[in-house]
Nanobody, 122 residues
Framework: QVQLVESGGGLVQAGGSLRLSCATS????????MGWFRQAPGKEREFVAAISWIGGSTRYADSVKDRFTISRDNAKNTMYLQMNSLKVEDTALYYC???????????????WGQGTQVTVSS
C-alpha cells in the first residue's frame, strides 16, 4: 500500500508562489513514479507534472511549463511542486498521485492523495 498526503496549499495573490508537498507513509515511495493533478470547479481533472522514481526524468503540462517545478527527496519520502508566477486560472484542488512509471502517472495513477486547495486571487 502507498498512502499519499498533500500539504502546502493556500491563498496567494496572482504572481506569487507556493510550494506543495506530498508525503508518503511507507518505504515503497522510492520505487514509484510520482505526479500532480489538479481539478477546478466545473472542469475535468488535468495532469500537471510527473517525475520518475529516481528523479531523473520529468514531464509537465504545457499550461505550467516554465512556471512549475516538480522534485522529490526520497530520503524524506516527499515530493514537491514549486509553483511560481501563479495565475488565477491555476486555482484548483491539487492531487498527489503515484504509479509504476511516468506514463502510468500521467494517465491512470494507481494511488491518490486527498488533495490540497490552491486559490489564486487577482
Amino acid at each position: 500500500q502507498v498512502q499519499l498526503v498533500e500539504s502546502g496549499g493556500g491563498l496567494v495573490q496572482a504572481g506569487g508562489s507556493l510550494r506543495l508537498s506530498c508525503a508518503t507513509s511507507g518505504r515503497t515511495f522510492i520505487s514509484y513514479a510520482m505526479g500532480w493533478f489538479r481539478q477546478a470547479p466545473g472542469k475535468e481533472r488535468e495532469f500537471v507534472a510527473a517525475i520518475s522514481w529516481i528523479g531523473g526524468s520529468t514531464r509537465y503540462a504545457d499550461s505550467v511549463k516554465d512556471r512549475f517545478t516538480i522534485s522529490r527527496d526520497n530520503a524524506k519520502n516527499t515530493m514537491y511542486l514549486q509553483m511560481n508566477s501563479l495565475k488565477v486560472e491555476d486555482t484548483a484542488l491539487y492531487y498527489c498521485a503515484a504509479g509504476r512509471s511516468i506514463a502510468v502517472v500521467a494517465t491512470e495513477p494507481g494511488y491518490w492523495g486527498q488533495g490540497t486547495q490552491v486559490t489564486v486571487s487577482s
